[in-house]
């Protein structure tokens, strides 16, 4: 006999069914205890795990700082780590469209199968915001569960930049818990996180473009210089070694004839390098944005035609025909009238300059239907390639050629004329091809112009 | 030969690429793909198709999480895959698609294939969409499923392990790779060839805090009595709380009902239970809602309560087994089939314990592993569906 059953011995069923109902009763009792306890303790690692979620996202999405993602993919990946850290169901990034707009377009997504292309208009915007079993469905909770369809939302606004970030869940409760005030210190902790570093990315972005066109800039700078010593040294050798032979006492006496020719060489030299010089003030003054406009209602008629005259010379020794189509008398321009004359002297000229024997310039003027003014200065020169155009652009930088070798020019005319068609605020385009000629097109803004066969404007 | 990738983005595209870099040179015949519920599955599949051929047999499915040697993650975009390249292991795929016609019947008709397509005591992975349908919240039970199969295989023995797929933590979806498509209702079955065998641990974490009750009343799986009192009152009475009606999915978080296998009486086990999770409380009607519908009228079930340092032990414990095992072997590949309720997010451990296994299993050995809905292993001698189990295989040349 055992002692478990010894110590049955004796013993009244009534006793041992009490016995057992007691043990019974205990286990039970300990039992809940420990069910409690254990619930009790997965109920603070969960709460610990979402207090850690903070730290953990903005410690995750800082990382993206330093990695080598643009502005654009950005959104994506704090999508990504904000979805991994709060455990939601989908999540979007918004921007406001205009500030203050209240319309809002959604740039990233995750989870949405189909994300709403149009903007969401909202009546009014909360900067933090949460819909729980309780809230009702009317603004602004109809148009934010709206973005994400579902029924559990929380969202953040940053009334500065524009930015929102929200986050969804389709049950309120389970692994997500309910949404709550608390919350708010997430939510906006992962906008705020999104919209620093985005800062950085397209400062960083921002950067590079500064730093890749100071660096064009240098270099441009650098060939400005070379060219410029030599534009100016040139004419200035002829002048000073001109001027040396004329002054010399070892040179045999010179002819009043050959003296007369070096002293019109000095004084031709002398005026390109006077030209030169004021071309260079010119293009200094547009690329510093110090060229003073004084706007003046010209007429456009007799602008284009004084220039039209001016150039008639010039064309006839060239044997270029020089016309103009009939220009409205109504078209008025309201331009500095002094440096309208040079953009159209300048146009004129390069198109007789870049046209052979036989050829033709045609300038005409017409009304864009936005009312804007557009001037051509057609030629049926040699033209150019299309990736020459852009270098003809760039300051002394003249396309070699045998009509250019002809004659020479500061190189600095185009860049000068783009230049102070900008100031005024139009543009200037060149189309071309080589052997067929080139059309450069200038367009003033409709706010510039007078309307044709209408009255001039008064002024 | 195997091969496993994984990848995360929310880009289908990005996440495959990653997998595919992760591969390598494996060309694959077949891949068992397991993808994050964010994703769209009609995606991962084009992406799959652009990065590995229009050829390669796609299978799987949606997974509440991924976890992959040295990570895993539950944020609905994460990819696992394990590429099968052609070769003496490569298993021949069954499907069945009728699921919603009924379980048991779609289970039935799987056996009867299986009987003829697996060879005696072959390894079968099989795996089903777990959400039937999402509102009214209704599983495609694995019991049903499980024990149609066993009909139909009528004595034929096989090795049959698996899972039910989830698109995230919240039940709220469920899909299925079918070999082409993406697939509801329908369960995808691998039938490995005789000459590979499986060594599979079945990781537990909970233990009885209850004496023995009675169900007194059940539908299905629905409980309404347990020892002659509504449920939903023990239940409480044991949590010392009452459910709301929002709260009342918690309780699956918190408790389930075990059934001890065997001797009742003899000491705690944790192998010897078959544990049902609690997929909802209702207040109306004072019952409860199991995952599953195999307990029945005068089942003796005990209240069982998530042990979280419990669910450790059991997986160091249940790794050095699988380790000693493999020792001297050829093993394959490794498949950790965790219930979605083991994740640190839903349980509150302090430690992952997907990430033991990962940390604790062979090295050598390729490892996939996803979160499940259901649990499918060999349990004395026969399938049966668990819940709150992790089910770690791993396959190895006979």
């Known amino acids: 006999m055992n002692a478990d059953s010894r110590g049955a011995v004796g013993v009244s069923p009534g006793r041992l069914e009490r016995e057992l109902a007691y043990y019974q009763r205990e286990c039970n009792d300990l039992g809940a205890r420990l069910l409690r306890l254990q619930e009790e303790q997965s109920q603070a690692f969960r709460e610990a795990r979402r207090s850690r979620t903070l730290a953990k996202l903005i410690r995750e999405a800082h990382r993206l700082a330093d990695t080598v993602i643009g502005p654009e993919d950005l959104g994506d990946r704090i999508l990504e780590i904000v979805v991994d850290n709060s455990m939601c169901d989908r999540a979007a990034l918004l921007i406001e469209e205009a500030p203050g707009s209240r319309v809002f377009r959604v740039t990233h997504a995750i989870g949405l199968r189909e994300r709403a292309t149009s903007p969401v208009s909202m009546p009014s915007v909360p900067d933090f915001f949460f819909t729980t079993a309780q809230t009702r469905i009317e603004p602004p909770a109809y148009e934010l569960t709206g973005i994400l369809q579902l029924p559990y939302v929380l969202w953040a606004y940053d009334r500065t930049t524009g930015h929102a970030l929200m986050i969804g869940n389709r049950s309120e409760a389970n692994v997500s818990r309910a949404f709550e005030a608390g919350d708010q210190e997430l939510i906006e902790g992962g906008l705020s996180v999104y919209i620093d570093v985005l800062a950085r990315k397209q400062a960083e972005q921002e950067l590079r473009r500064a730093m890749h066109a100071a660096e064009q800039a240098d270099e441009a700078k650098a060939a400005f210089l070379a060219t410029l010593s030599h534009e100016l040294r040139t004419p200035l050798n002829a002048i000073i070694g001109l001027a040396d032979i004329m002054s010399s006492k070892r040179t045999p006496a010179l002819t009043a004839e050959r003296s007369g020719a070096y002293a019109a060489e000095i004084a031709g030299s002398g005026r390109h390098l006077l030209r030169l010089i004021n071309d260079i003030l010119d293009y200094s003054g547009i690329a510093r944005g110090h060229l003073a406009i004084q706007p003046e209602w010209v007429r456009l008629e007799h602008a284009v035609g004084a220039a039209i005259r001016a150039a008639q010379g010039l064309a006839g020794e060239r044997n270029v025909a020089l016309s103009t189509s009939p220009i409205d008398p109504g078209f008025g321009l309201l331009v500095d009238s002094v ?66 070798r002809k004659a020479a020019g500061t190189g600095l005319g185009l860049p000068i004329t783009k230049g102070l068609v900008e100031a005024h605020g139009g543009t200037l385009a060149i189309e071309s091809e080589p052997g067929q000629g080139t059309t450069v097109r200038l367009e003033f803004p409709a706010a510039l112009g007078s309307p044709g066969r209408q009255k001039l404007p008064k002024g | 030969m195997v091969a496993i990738g994984h990848g995360r983005s929310v880009s289908a595209a990005t996440a495959i690429e990653q997998c595919r870099g992760a591969v390598g040179d494996v060309v694959p015949r077949l891949l068992l793909v397991f993808c994050g519920g964010k994703h769209d599955g009609a995606e991962i599949i084009k992406a799959l198709r652009a990065a590995f051929g229009d050829d390669v047999q796609i299978v799987g499915g949606s997974a509440a999480g991924v976890i992959w040697r040295d990570g895993l993650g539950y944020s609905g975009l994460e990819v696992g895959l394990v590429a099968f390249e052609e070769g003496d292991f490569m298993p021949e795929v069954v499907v069945n698609r009728d699921l919603l016609q009924g379980e048991q019947a779609a289970g039935f008709a799987l056996g009867r294939e299986l009987r003829e397509t697996a060879v005696e005591d072959s390894v079968v992975l099989m795996f089903y969409d777990s959400v039937a349908n999402q509102s009214p919240l209704r599983l495609h039970p694995a019991s049903d499923l499980v024990a149609g199969l066993q009909s139909g295989l009528a004595g034929h023995r096989i090795r049959l392990i698996g899972g039910g797929t989830l698109t995230d933590m919240n039940l709220s979806d469920a899909w299925v790779f079918d070999g082409r498509s993406v697939a509801k209702h329908a369960v995808i079955a691998l039938v490995f060839p005789p000459g590979l065998k499986d060594e599979t641990v079945i990781l537990h ?15 299905g799986a629905e409980v309404f009595e347990l020892d002659g009192r509504p449920a939903l009152s ?49 207040r109306s009607t004072g019952s409860i809602t199991l995952f599953e519908r195999d307990f029945h009228l005068g089942t003796r079930v005990q209240i069982m309560s998530r042990d979280n340092a419990l669910m450790l032990d059991s997986v160091r414990n249940g790794i050095s087994r699988i380790n000693q095992a493999q020792s001297g072997g050829q093993p394959l590949l490794a498949i950790y089939i965790d219930c979605a309720g083991r994740a640190s997010a839903r349980s509150g451990a302090a430690v992952e314990e997907a990430r033991l296994v990962a940390d604790g299993l062979s090295s050598s050995i390729p490892f996939l592993g996803f979160y499940s809905g259901v649990e499918i292993a060999p349990f004395e001698g026969y399938s049966r569906p668990l819940d709150w189990t992790g089910l770690l295989t791993v396959l190895s040349a006979r």
């Open chain 1, 339 to 404: 440096r309208f004359r040079q953009i159209l002297d300048n146009l004129i000229g390069n198109a007789i300059k870049f046209t052979p024997q036989g050829g033709r310039v045609t300038v005409d003027v017409e009304v864009g239907a936005d009312g804007s003014i557009r001037i051509s200065v057609r030629d049926t020169g040699i033209g150019m390639r299309p990736e020459d155009i852009a270098i003809a652009m760039e300051p002394f930088r003249q396309l070699e050629n045998a009509l250019t």
């Open chain 2, 205 to 219: 974490g909970c233990r009885p805090v209850s004496t023995f009750m009675e169900i007194t009343r059940i539908e």
């Open chain 2, 234 to 282: 023990v239940i409480e009475q044991m949590l010392g709380v009452t459910l709301g009606n929002t709260s009342s999915q918690d309780l699956s978080l918190i408790a389930t009902l075990g059934e001890k296998q065997g001797d009742p009486y003899a000491a705690y086990d944790e192998n010897s239970y078959v544990n049902r999770l609690i997929l909802r409380a209702n």
